[in-house]
């Protein structure tokens, strides 16, 4: 069974530009949930994909959003960059939504922008 | 969401019983406690979560309060791979299953 993975691991963009980060399910999992982590803090849920609709959404401008598709891979869009938005951007996959399914992190991608 | 309290650092010796707590005084009759740890380098991971009843798993065990108004996490043996930042997070029953992080507890285990 293959768990949650990411892409890219690190990424270096610059204020303004736009950048896309891609999330893979683990097998099996039709939901998907995006958070933000800042140095030093917990993470911070954006938003939530279930079954390719967006499910839920944090306290996040409308420049971040996203995408879940057919099999269930997810991606992460971000337009005109702040340098605030740097941080570890967390993928998280469960088995369905509510109540209470444990939610599986990947490891991360680690956005700077400069 | 209900807020939990935790400390910020503790520390303990390789082997020992390690004791983390929680306070969540707001919580609510329908919000389950659960616990998520994150090691170094990696994203966090679940470890155990519990309505009113003590909880064990192979990894953990939650003793939760008779008012639930706190609850603390047992690490039984305390390992070098424990060493990581733990978070106590309520969830209630909305339509979106997010978890709501604090800053969490980061724990310290030494030789």
């Known amino acids: 069974e293959t768990g949650v993975t990411q892409s890219p691991t690190h990424l270096i963009k610059t204020r303004g530009q736009q950048v896309t980060l891609r999330c893979s399910s683990q097998?099996?999992?039709?939901?998907v949930s995006w958070y933000q982590q800042a140095l030093g803090q917990g993470p911070q849920f954006i938003f939530q994909?279930?079954?390719?609709?967006?499910?839920g959404r944090g306290n996040f401008p409308p420049r971040f959003s996203g995408l879940q598709f057919p099999n269930y891979s997810s991606e992460l869009n971000v337009n005109a960059l702040e340098l605030d938005d740097s941080a570890l951007y967390l993928c998280?996959?469960?088995?369905?939504?509510?109540?209470?399914?444990?939610?599986?992190f990947g490891p991360g991608t680690r956005l700077l922008v400069l | 969401d209900a807020k939990t309290t935790q400390p910020n650092s503790m520390e303990s010796n390789e082997e020992e019983p390690v004791h983390l707590p929680c306070n969540h005084s707001?919580?609510?009759?329908?919000?389950?406690i659960h616990w998520y740890r994150q090691l170094p380098s990696q994203g966090p991971e679940y470890v155990i979560h519990g309505l009113t009843s003590n909880v064990n798993n192979r990894m953990a065990s939650l003793a939760i309060a008779e008012d639930r108004k706190s609850s603390t996490l047992i690490l039984h043996r305390a390992t070098l791979r424990d060493a990581a930042v733990y978070y106590c997070i309520l969830r209630g029953t909305g339509t979106a299953s997010k978890l709501t992080f604090g800053t969490g507890t980061r724990l310290q285990v030494t030789l």
């Open positions: 707001t919580i609510s009759g329908t919000d389950y």
């Open positions: 998280a996959s469960s088995l369905e939504t509510g109540f209470q399914e444990t939610q599986y």
């Open positions: 994909y279930y079954r390719e609709e967006e499910n």
């Open positions: 097998s099996g999992h039709n939901t």
